[in-house]
């Protein structure tokens, strides 16, 4: 069985930083490609940073230079460090896990809040 647990999400003032983690089981996150994605109320999920399984990474326009995601083999954990916060960066945010588009797993998702 499949999970992605994710962690880290909460509440914190604008220009705060926040690291999510997204801990794997069932699946190898180096032989997946992983994701965060975003979910506003009222909008559509979106997609905030990837990582290849060869550790490319891609970042929406809206958060280069501020969100970094990583990946730990040893961990089987993948990351999202988030510094720069702002307000509109408060969404659900939602652990992903893509093989060959083929197997695609979502984890629960974990609530960051950005106060003004």
């Known amino acids: 069985q499949v999970q992605l647990v994710e962690s880290g999400g909460g509440l914190v003032q604008a220009g705060g930083s926040l690291r999510l983690s997204c801990a794997a089981s069932?699946?190898?996150?180096?032989?997946?490609?992983m994701g965060w994605y975003r979910q506003a109320p009222g909008k559509q999920r979106e997609l905030v940073a990837g990582i290849t399984i060869g550790g490319s990474t891609n970042y929406a326009d809206s958060v280069k230079g501020r969100f970094f995601i990583s990946r730990d083999n040893a961990k089987n954990t993948v990351y999202l460090q988030m510094n720069s916060l702002k307000p509109e960066d408060t969404a659900v945010y939602y652990c992903?896990?893509?093989?060959?588009?083929?197997?695609?797993?979502w984890g629960q998702g974990t609530q960051v809040t950005v106060s003004s």
């Open positions: 992903n896990a893509d093989h060959a588009g083929i197997l695609i797993y």
């Open positions: 069932g699946i190898i996150t180096s032989r997946n490609a």
